[in-house]
């Protein structure tokens, strides 16, 4: 007899967590809905992280092992090369789960087939485990206004906790290793581009804030310095818009203040609106675009269509706040 595939694969990279594993996996084992496997995986851990895996006796939980740290979205590449579920969670092993998590979740995408990621609710704690102040609630909303804010603004969606479905899980895969401070807001954009969301009010995620400063999300210069290296990478998911009326349904009536948008001009025009975002190396990237898509031999057609000249395509430098220093 075949064995039956779990409903639920949790991917779970680690690294140096020696001290949350633990807490994380009784998590998990504890969880109403008992139909899951774990893997863990772990990239390349300098302290006890592995021992403590190894505590636990559960045929459950997969421990995979880098030979060597390669970050976080490989171990999740990692993860999902073995994952058996039709639903998948991420979830780093510093955090820990609500015990209804699995079957809230896996239970409202069995009923909603047109879903294919949720979002949940989290609580802060520190390092002891205690509850902070802090809680991140995202009211739901329609995947075009996240979109909208995805590009113009910043990251507005939570990675810890959250359940997509394998299937479209797979379509993004493998993702791109390289990353880091934009892993998961990469992740989000490529999803909902293609599928729908949810963004679930209840809190069923446990998110430590490190004061070590060992969280992805922690603000110094170099995360910062990242971000904006980083950038280029995550704004081009958004050339992979191939559809008008999805461009329409996320961008609305901005869209007008340029012209009416074809097929062939959607990088052009994201190239416009990344412009009057307020942050700079999106604007880069927006004017970058824009010269990228004319070196291809646009500026003809931009003319034909809006009557853009070179000198207007110079004009929208004018739209960064301050000029590049010279050195």
């Known amino acids: ?52 895996v190894e505590k636990f006796n559960d045929k459950r939980i997969k421990l995979i092992k880098h030979p060597y740290n390669q970050g976080i979205n490989s171990g999740l590449n990692t993860a999902f090369k073995v994952a058996q579920g039709e639903f998948c969670v991420f979830i780093g092993t510093d955090d820990f789960l609500d015990k209804k998590h699995l079957k809230f979740t896996s ?4 009923k909603n087939p047109e879903l294919a990621v949720l979002y949940c609710g989290m609580q802060e704690i520190d390092e002891h485990n205690q509850p902070t102040r802090q809680k991140y609630i995202r009211k739901n909303r329609s995947k075009y206004k996240i979109l909208y804010d995805s590009f113009m603004l910043h990251n507005v969606l939570f990675s810890p906790g959250m359940v997509i479905r394998k299937k479209a899980l797979e379509t993004i895969m493998p993702l791109n290793q390289a990353l880091f401070q934009f892993q998961d807001y990469s992740i989000h954009v490529e999803l909902l581009l293609n599928f729908n969301c949810y963004l679930i009010e209840d809190i069923l995620v446990s998110y430590r804030y490190r004061q070590d400063g060992q969280n992805a999300c922690a603000r110094n210069s170099a995360t910062v310095t990242r971000e904006q290296l980083e950038q280029t990478f995550l704004m081009d998911k958004f050339l992979k818009i191939k559809d008008l009326e999805l461009l329409k349904s996320v961008f609305g009536e901005q869209l ?65 706040d301050q000029p590049i220093k010279d050195n």
């Open 107 to 110: 239970k409202l995408l069995e």
């Open 256 to 320: 007008k203040k340029f012209g009416e948008p074809t097929i062939e001009t959607i990088p052009y025009f994201l190239g416009r609106l990344a412009l009057t975002s307020n942050d700079y190396s999106k604007k880069a990237w927006g004017y970058q675009t824009i010269l990228k898509f004319i070196q291809d031999g646009k500026l003809d057609l931009l003319n034909k269509l809006y009557g853009l000249q070179f000198k207007d395509v110079l004009r929208l430098a004018e739209s960064f």
């Open 1 to 52: 007899m075949p064995i039956k595939s779990p409903k639920i694969s949790l991917l779970a990279p680690t690294y140096n967590h020696e001290q949350f594993v633990g807490f994380f996996i009784e998590s998990v084992l504890t969880q109403i809905e008992q139909d899951f496997e774990l893997i863990i995986v772990d990239d390349y851990s300098q302290d006890n992280t592995i021992k403590e």
